[in-house]
């Protein structure tokens, strides 16, 4: 199941029915890519990769190098004297070969595979933005009907539950390790 239908059942209008359906009033693409921006100082992915190089690019959303260690098998200290530029995304190795465990922050391709409470965290966030962007359309717009009403009061009961939510969450969110 992707991220998208994971909120899709999550979301407490149908989504046919809300803002978010037809695609013509809001993009659903760009509020997730604001989201995830917004969570890159919360949610943390550690992982680990070998280089072969003395010069090793990484990745572009990389926060710090936690550690560079020999791939070789021996006893005794095997870490290996580092410095990386952060500017250029840049690791200076001294011996080689070695693996190399760094820091980034979250991007949208992680959010297929992120599980647990920080799946829940995410989706918390997200939920939440869109029913703030839905509240806001639905008390700008009046609107007639003889057959029903949209009951805006009921989605503000939804939003604030999920700010409680992720209030709760955001103090226990724990740094999983990926890779």
Not at 140 to 152: M, P, R, T
């Amino acid at each position: 199941m992707s991220f998208k239908s994971k909120i899709e059942q999550e979301y407490p209008l149908p989504f046919s029915a809300s803002i978010w359906g037809n695609g013509h009033l809001t993009n659903f693409d760009e509020l997730i890519n604001l989201c995830v921006d917004d969570l890159a100082s919360d949610l943390e992915i550690y992982e680990t990769m070998q280089t072969t190089g003395i010069t090793t690019y990484m990745p572009k959303n990389t926060r710090a190098i936690c550690a560079v260690w020999l791939t070789l098998p021996y006893q005794g200290n095997r870490f290996v004297k580092w410095s990386y530029d952060s500017a250029n995304k840049v690791l200076f190795c001294r011996y080689l070969p070695c693996f190399v465990k760094y820091k980034r922050s979250v991007s949208v391709e992680d959010l297929e595979t992120l599980t647990g409470d920080r799946l829940q965290y995410v989706k918390s966030y997200v939920i939440m933005k869109m029913l703030e962007k839905e509240i806001s359309y639905l008390s700008a717009v009046e609107l007639k009907s003889d057959d029903g009403q949209i009951n805006v009061s009921a989605l503000e009961k939804a939003r604030e539950k999920r700010e409680t939510q992720l209030a709760e969450m955001k103090d226990g969110i724990l740094l999983y390790s990926n890779g």
